[in-house]
């Protein structure tokens, strides 16, 4: 409702009742500007779009969104191609930025799923072949590790604890198996775990490995209790992973080569991550420094993942 330029009142609703009773009192607003930026077309022909139903809210991190399901009627005889379009939330108009709309399709006999973004904004159904559809999300992938802070700030955390290549191998393999699992599993709609849980947990798995660094050698801080306890907070991220895909819809299957290609996409930039950072951990090691250096990091991770944690707990209103 922010992004149809409604009154304040309209979109600082907290208490979901006022959200829906907004969204009520603004619908043809709040339709008006996705019919505008969603569009469906048959041979070129543009489809006329109805509601579906009710709109609904849905709150995402922080920010409450208004859902709604659309009917297009095309006009047409058989044999012809859908295109589908999206300029939804745009960098223009402030709010958001950088926006990237999945979607899901069955149509004309093909099925399949795309990324939408601005500079490839329509796809026009059988041209796109299953290598770009495992492109499209590999970069995805790719693209949520390296913005996604907190999971940075965690692989971090891991590798100013390891002393040795050995370490890191062991590590962030149970790490990543961890992650991959339950990304799969909640990606699929087989597991729900509400993000009011997750997040605040994720924050807290990047402070208890932070603060193992500042009290002393990891290996020594979480003994035998280290795989597990990683493999745990892993279980945790993977919950993250698949929360920024936003599927909400259980057995998607036919998702399945798209969310192998999101996961690909999260190891291949992990691994070019430790790639990069490891080489210079251990040069960083054999200096003078090491012992200041390490604490020097692990710091700041502490204070912004502790930050995060109490800004991620839902309070009452």
């Excluded at 709040?30 to 609904?56: M, S, W």
């Excluded at 996604?148 to 370490?167: T, V």
């Amino acid at each position: 409702m922010k992004s149809a330029w409604l009154y304040a009142e309209a979109y600082a609703a907290k208490e979901r009742t006022e959200q829906l009773r907004q969204l009520k009192i603004n619908r043809a607003a709040v339709i008006e500007y996705v019919t505008g930026r969603f569009a469906v077309a048959y041979d070129d022909k543009p489809c006329a779009p109805t509601t579906v139903g009710d709109a609904d809210v849905r709150v995402r991190g922080k920010a409450a969104f208004a859902v709604l399901t659309l009917a297009f009627t095309c006009e047409g005889g058989g044999g012809g191609a859908h295109a589908i379009s999206s300029a939804l939330f745009p960098d223009a108009e402030s709010f958001v930025h950088s926006t990237e709309t999945i979607v899901r399709y069955d149509l004309d006999g093909k099925k399949g799923s795309a990324v939408l973004a601005a500079k490839n904004p329509t796809l026009r159904i059988g041209e796109r072949q299953a290598s770009n559809q495992v492109w499209d999300f590999l970069l995805l992938g790719a693209e949520h590790l390296v913005f996604g802070l907190d999971h940075i700030l965690f692989l971090l955390a891991l590798l100013i604890g390891a002393r040795r290549f050995r370490d890191v191998v062991i590590t962030v393999s149970a790490f990543t198996a961890a992650h991959s699992i339950t990304f799969l599993l909640a990606a699929m709609g087989v597991v729900d775990v509400p993000g009011e849980i997750v997040e605040p947990v994720i924050a807290v798995s990047i402070t208890v490995v932070a603060l193992a660094n500042l009290w002393g050698r990891q290996e020594d801080r979480l003994g035998k209790w280290r795989l597990p306890v990683v493999f745990a907070f892993g279980l945790v991220h993977g919950l993250g992973f698949a929360g920024a895909l936003d599927i909400d819809e259980s057995g998607s299957w036919d998702l399945l080569l798209s969310l192998l290609s999101f996961n690909l996409g999260i190891e291949v930039t992990q691994l070019v991550i430790i790639a990069v950072l490891f080489p210079l951990l251990l040069l960083l090691r054999r200096t003078p420094a090491a012992r200041w250096a390490v604490a020097a990091m692990s710091a700041p991770i502490v204070a912004v993942s502790l930050y995060w944690f109490f800004d991620r707990i839902p309070l009452p209103l």
